[in-house]
């Protein structure tokens, strides 16, 4: 899209100045022809002087504008234009497409000395950073400008309607700027010769009237509103009269569009219009006929929208169409019938991108898709299409360059000596099933730059001849196959840095050292043996991402890794390696993702690692490491979302700076000998302490300017008593694990106020004391274990209150009294309460001593402690007790006194 637009803007650009030629030769085209004399008026140099004060020039880029006497033709600057005849100052064109490069200018101010460039007709400062500083109003004041573009030059402030004064404009781009809300566009319809307009990113939210404005404007072309919260056109505001019938390109992409009234408006354009783009809008329904009245349009984006149906009947009279995007919507029906309307009209002949995906057509690809030779893109991806696919598919598609029918179900049965008509550049068959040997047209494909054949059933060598075909390549999947092979003798040298899916498959032998000049590279999941001595190559300086692990490589890791500085991603989980831990893998400090899981590691982490801070997970779980845990992992690498230290043999106390991990979401330190208590300092994990979570996954976006790459971590870990992997909804977890060490004192009752929490374990430890009343604070506990420890006491009725707990163990520890009533605790297997002899009540089937009272209601008369038999004091029983105890005694001793004084009369009588 930026391509694009660069190129109609060179294009309109260009145009001006031939009209200006033709009007008397105003514009200077040979700055440098030694044979003419010129020199440029001072006010004007000493204007562009003052305003190159106000720019910040790091890279010299305006080193011809001097005071220097060899530099004082201010005509001959890169940049300026003057008028052949009268010497004034005509242009003023700073963009990047005239200084080159990436390097740009930055804005400090914007010197009102401009405003003696009176002369000025063509004023380009497209992205000069002028960090969002007010719009230069002086600008209005230029008014002989036709061209005027400060798209991207980060002003601000109040939108500049002083632009109304500039009634010569022939172009205008204020696009991507920061300007507060337009109030209005009143301005616009006294721009009479605009035929260039571009205000993308201007908040238009509240000026319902735009199409209006738009409609007075008799010569435009050209319109881009991209990105401002357009609203749907009003129906009472559209009005014909005096409008333009010339706009032939429309951009309103990006916008909050929902309404059909956005068709009634194009629709008056319908014999001009060339180009439209509604992509990315909220437009529902059935796709309009209005389109089918569009004789003139070559290009039409309908992308990510909410359209539905399948009739698609207004396409068929579109004899210029070139260009069709209706991906990303809730299109159904059959495939079949679609691609029959356009074969059986004149689009055949004219169509050349096709893009359906993300829909949910229906069906088999039909053989008259083949016929369309003008086609150079075909991308059905992600829908639901099934059935076979043929060389007729594919018998007149001489042009094509792009296919992609991935995510579907289709199945490909070729002729192993077909012979393609075309030299595809992109392929994407992912998930389209080719085997189960491996396809041999592909030997005549010589301009790949992208393959993907993932889950393509193959289960066939990979040939001799296929690295040939990647000297070009730039990315390439074949995961999840069955392809058997080795790297054998590669040689090949790639023109590029590529991303290499390789995983799941069934590859052995060594890893080349070639394979070190990728910059994204997965070989997890084979059989691939042998050292990883290949990372010691110099190339490996690009390496971003190597992912080797579930594969049998041995050894130690090189001391090498100082190289490598653009690693992002390490995973050498679930292999053979034994050894320390380099030093230098403190000197990868771009590094993000750090997985060792399942090797033979010994000795500590090592110190060097507090270098790399860009750190996000570090998983060395399941290997022989030992020593302290480290107090810098709370001190150095504040962004760790996962630290996984589990199955080693780490000891000493939980240090309190580890409470410093404010991101922290899962922290596994269990089956270690870690001894003393807990730190009471838990509930400054920020992170755990909310409710809520930032996506499902957990992604990490790299690269450079040339290419971006991403990534979703995956954690393993013990989960309800199960080893269970975790990637798609990693993001959702939140845990805790310490069990299975040394803890010894009380469960603090600071871990209350991680609410956040998922899971808690601290079972296999020495805990004492009793579980905190506010433990029912967790409601988003589904996993709880804090069995096989010397707590006591009664199990608290709050715990009842968490509704999603669907995992408990609290066995074997020295807890008593009733089970608190409630759905969870009552539902669960009996085994979670075992080892507790004190413990009684549903679903045990000891019954508690009060349970044979109940009253009235049937309730039994036993009252919990927590629940509060303090509604009936115990100090009430001691002093009722007290009571009886001297009432019956005072009954009781008058009536033996009694007796004693009646046998005395009775033995004296």
């Known amino acids: 899209m930026q391509g694009h637009k660069r190129c109609l803007k060179l294009f309109l650009a260009f145009a001006l100045l031939l009209?200006?030629?033709?009007?008397?030769?105003?514009?200077?085209?040979?700055?440098?022809?030694?044979?003419?004399?010129?020199?440029?008026?001072?006010?004007?140099?000493?204007?562009?002087?003052a305003f190159k004060r106000g720019l910040v020039d790091d890279h010299n880029l305006l080193s011809s504008w001097s005071s220097e006497a060899q530099k004082q033709d201010c005509c001959r600057w890169i940049g300026v234009s003057?008028?052949?005849?009268?010497?004034?100052?005509?242009?003023?064109?700073?963009?990047?497409?005239?200084?080159?490069?990436?390097?740009?200018?930055?804005?400090?101010?914007?010197?009102?000395?401009?405003?003696?460039?009176?002369?000025?007709?063509?004023?380009?400062?497209?992205?000069?950073?002028?960090?969002?500083?007010?719009?230069?109003?002086?600008?209005?004041?230029?008014?002989?400008?036709?061209?005027?573009?400060?798209?991207?030059?980060?002003?601000?402030?109040?939108?500049?309607?002083?632009?109304?004064?500039?009634?010569?404009?022939?172009?205008?781009?204020?696009?991507?700027?920061?300007?507060?809300?337009?109030?209005?566009?009143?301005?616009?319809?006294?721009?009479?010769s605009l035929r260039y307009l571009d205000l993308s990113f201007a908040n238009l939210s509240n000026v319902f009237d735009w199409p209006e404005?738009?409609?007075?404007?008799?010569?435009?072309?050209?319109?881009?509103?991209?990105?401002?919260?357009?609203?749907?056109?009003?129906?009472?505001?559209?009005?014909?009269?005096?409008?333009?019938?010339?706009?032939?390109?429309?951009?309103?992409?990006?916008?909050?569009?929902?309404?059909?009234?956005?068709?009634?408006?194009?629709?008056?354009?319908?014999?001009?219009?060339?180009?439209?783009?509604?992509?990315?809008?909220?437009?529902?329904?059935?796709?309009?006929?209005?389109?089918?009245?569009?004789?003139?349009?070559?290009?039409?984006?309908?992308?990510?929208?909410?359209?539905?149906?399948?009739?698609?009947?207004?396409?068929?009279?579109?004899?210029?169409?070139?260009?069709?995007?209706?991906?990303?919507?809730?299109?159904?029906?059959?495939?079949?019938?679609?691609?029959?309307?356009?074969?059986?009209?004149?689009?055949?002949?004219?169509?050349?991108?096709?893009y359906l995906f993300e829909n949910d057509l229906a069906g088999s690809l039909p053989e008259s898709i083949g016929l369309m030779s003008k086609l150079q893109i075909i991308d059905f991806s992600m829908n639901s299409l099934e059935g076979v696919i043929s060389e007729t598919h594919f018998s007149k598609l001489s042009k094509l360059q792009h296919l992609d029918l991935s995510s579907n179900s289709l199945v490909l049965k070729i002729h192993a000596d077909w012979i393609p008509p075309f030299q595809l550049d992109f392929i994407n068959l992912g998930s389209c099933k080719m085997g189960p040997n491996f396809p041999k047209w592909l030997q005549t494909q010589k301009k790949l730059s992208y393959l993907d054949i993932s889950d393509a059933g193959i289960s066939d060598i990979l040939p001799s001849w296929f690295w040939s075909l990647c000297r070009n390549v730039e990315f390439m999947n074949l995961t999840s196959n069955q392809i058997i092979g080795t790297f054998a003798n590669l040689t090949l040298e790639f023109s590029y840095f590529p991303e290499l899916h390789l995983s799941s498959n069934k590859l052995e032998g060594p890893i080349p050292s070639v394979l070190s000049t990728t910059s994204y590279l997965d070989l997890s999941h084979n059989k691939l043996s042998g050292s990883i001595s290949f990372l010691c190559s110099s190339?490996?300086?690009?390496?971003?991402?190597?992912?080797?692990?579930?594969?049998?490589?041995?050894?130690?890791?090189?001391?090498?890794?100082?190289?490598?500085?653009?690693?992002?991603?390490?995973?050498?989980?679930?292999?053979?390696?034994?050894?320390?831990?380099?030093?230098?893998?403190?000197?990868?400090?771009?590094?993000?993702?750090?997985?060792?899981?399942?090797?033979?590691?010994?000795?500590?982490?090592?110190?060097?690692?507090?270098?790399?801070?860009s750190l996000v997970v570090i998983d060395v779980g399941d290997n022989k490491l030992s020593g302290p845990i480290p107090e810098w992992l709370g001190v150095s690498l504040k962004n760790l979302v996962i630290l996984m230290l589990s199955s080693n043999h780490f000891n000493g106390s939980l240090p309190s700076q580890l409470c410093h991990l404010t991101h922290i979401q899962i922290l596994d330190f269990s089956m270690n000998n870690i001894s003393r208590s807990i730190p009471k300092?838990?509930?400054?994990?920020?992170?755990?302490?909310?409710?809520?979570?930032?996506?499902?996954?957990?992604?990490?976006?790299?690269?450079?300017?040339?290419?971006?790459?991403?990534?979703?971590?995956?954690?393993?870990?013990?989960?309800?008593?199960?080893?269970?992997?975790?990637?798609?909804?990693?993001?959702?977890?939140?845990?805790?694990?310490?069990?299975?060490?040394?803890?010894?004192?009380?469960?603090?009752?600071?871990?209350?106020?991680?609410?956040?929490?998922?899971?808690?374990?601290?079972?296999?430890?020495?805990?004492?004391?009793q579980i905190t009343p506010k433990i029912g604070n967790l409601q988003l506990l589904d996993s709880l274990d804090l069995s096989r420890n010397h707590i006591d006491g009664r199990i608290p009725t709050s715990l009842a209150r968490i509704d999603r707990l669907s995992f408990l163990d609290l066995s074997y520890n020295n807890l008593s009294g009733k089970i608190p009533i409630g759905t969870q605790l009552q539902s669960l297997d009996p085994?979670?309460?075992?080892?507790?002899?004190?413990?009684?009540?549903?679903?045990?089937?000891?019954?508690?001593?009060?349970?044979?009272?109940?009253?009235?209601?049937?309730?039994?008369?036993?009252?919990?402690?927590?629940?509060?038999?303090?509604?009936?004091?115990?100090?009430?029983?001691?002093?009722?007790?007290?009571?009886?105890?001297?009432?019956?005694w005072g009954v009781c001793s008058s009536m033996i006194f009694s007796r004693i004084a009646l046998l005395k009369r009775q033995l004296l009588y």
């Open 82 to 192: 003057c008028s052949n005849q009268t010497g004034h100052v005509v242009g003023l064109d700073l963009s990047i497409d005239v200084l080159g490069g990436f390097d740009i200018l930055q804005g400090k101010m914007t010197s009102p000395k401009l405003i003696e460039l009176q002369h000025l007709q063509h004023l380009d400062l497209n992205e000069i950073n002028f960090t969002g500083s007010q719009f230069p109003n002086f600008i209005g004041s230029l008014t002989n400008l036709r061209y005027l573009d400060l798209s991207s030059t980060n002003f601000g402030g109040k939108f500049p309607s002083q632009v109304r004064n500039l009634t010569n404009l022939v172009y205008l781009d204020l696009s991507y700027n920061r300007f507060t809300n337009v109030e209005n566009l009143n301005w616009l319809p006294l721009l009479l």
């Open 213 to 354: 404005a738009i409609n007075k404007l008799p010569e435009l072309t050209n319109l881009t509103l991209q990105e401002c919260d357009l609203p749907s056109p009003i129906l009472s505001t559209i009005s014909y009269i005096n409008s333009s019938k010339s706009l032939a390109s429309v951009d309103l992409s990006f916008n909050h569009l929902s309404t059909s009234s956005i068709f009634l408006w194009l629709s008056n354009y319908n014999t001009s219009l060339v180009h439209l783009d509604l992509s990315f809008n909220q437009l529902a329904g059935s796709i309009p006929n209005v389109f089918g009245n569009m004789s003139s349009l070559a290009h039409l984006d309908l992308y990510s929208n909410q359209l539905e149906g399948g009739d698609l009947h207004s396409f068929a009279r579109l004899c210029s169409l070139q260009y069709l995007d209706l991906s990303s919507n809730n299109l159904s029906g059959q495939l079949s019938k679609f691609v029959q309307i356009l074969f059986s009209t004149c689009a055949q002949n004219s169509l050349e991108e096709l």
């Open 539 to 613: 190339a490996a300086i690009y390496l971003s991402f190597l992912d080797l692990s579930s594969n049998n490589v041995s050894g130690q890791i090189p001391d090498c890794l100082a190289h490598l500085e653009n690693l992002v991603m390490l995973d050498l989980s679930y292999n053979a390696l034994f050894g320390k831990i380099p030093t230098t893998i403190g000197s990868v400090f771009r590094i993000e993702t750090l997985k060792l899981r399942s090797n033979r590691f010994v000795g500590q982490l090592p110190s060097s690692l507090k270098n790399c801070t």
């Open 681 to 769: 300092c838990l509930n400054n994990l920020t992170t755990l302490a909310q409710i809520g979570h930032s996506g499902q996954e957990i992604t990490h976006s790299f690269g450079n300017s040339n290419s971006t790459y991403q990534y979703e971590d995956d954690a393993t870990f013990i989960w309800k008593g199960r080893m269970q992997t975790y990637k798609n909804t990693l993001g959702l977890v939140k845990r805790i694990d310490l069990s299975s060490n040394r803890l010894t004192g009380e469960i603090p009752s600071e871990i209350t106020h991680l609410v956040g929490l998922v899971s808690l374990n601290l079972s296999r430890n020495q805990l004492t004391g």
């Open 19 to 49: 009209l200006q030629y033709a009007k008397g030769g105003e514009v200077d085209h040979s700055r440098k022809d030694t044979n003419v004399t010129r020199r440029c008026k001072e006010r004007e140099r000493q204007a562009l002087l």
């Open 831 to 888: 085994s979670v309460y075992a080892g507790n002899p004190q413990l009684c009540g549903p679903p045990l089937k000891k019954m508690c001593v009060d349970e044979k009272e109940r009253g009235p209601s049937g309730q039994t008369g036993f009252i919990n402690q927590e629940d509060k038999d303090e509604l009936i004091p115990l100090g009430f029983y001691i002093t009722m007790g007290i009571g009886f105890a001297v009432g019956f």
